[in-house]
């Protein structure tokens, strides 16, 4: 399974971007899915994930009613809609598939990796 990360930009803060994860096969379908981001200097952390179904998501405290991931099985493409954008979301941001069907925080529990989109927030 690939996975194709894209949509990542320069914005200023307050803006919005949406990014979207491709996978190469359909197998994803089944898997969750999470983002991911690393900032310059600074280890990986987990952004947000969702179940299999797009029906449970789970979000890092500080992106919480400003990022909105979602899933459209049929296109094996996974979203994430960012929105009031903040100079600390600068990072690059990785797509993941789970090794379960359930949403994960849990990075070990990851599989496959986008090759990662840099999204750049200016003040």
């Known amino acids: 399974v690939q996975l194709q990360a894209s949509g990542g930009g320069v914005v200023q803060a307050g803006g919005s971007l949406r990014l979207s994860c491709a996978a190469s096969?359909?197998?994803?379908?089944?898997?969750?899915m999470g983002w991911f981001r690393q900032a310059p200097g600074k280890e990986r952390e987990f952004v947000a994930a969702?179940?299999?179904?797009?029906?449970?998501?789970s979000y890092k405290d500080s992106v919480l009613g400003r990022f909105t991931i979602s899933r459209d099985n049929a296109k094996n493409t996974v979203y994430l809609q960012m929105s009031s954008l903040k100079p600390e979301d600068t990072a690059v941001y990785y797509c993941?598939?789970?090794?379960?069907?359930?949403?994960?925080?849990?990075?070990?529990?990851?599989?496959?990796w986008g090759q990662g989109t840099l999204v750049t927030i200016s003040s």
């Open positions: 993941g598939a789970s090794l379960s069907s359930a949403m994960t925080r849990n990075q070990s529990q990851y599989r496959y």
């Open positions: 969702v179940d299999w179904t797009g029906s449970m998501t």
């Open positions: 096969k359909r197998t994803t379908s089944n898997n969750g």
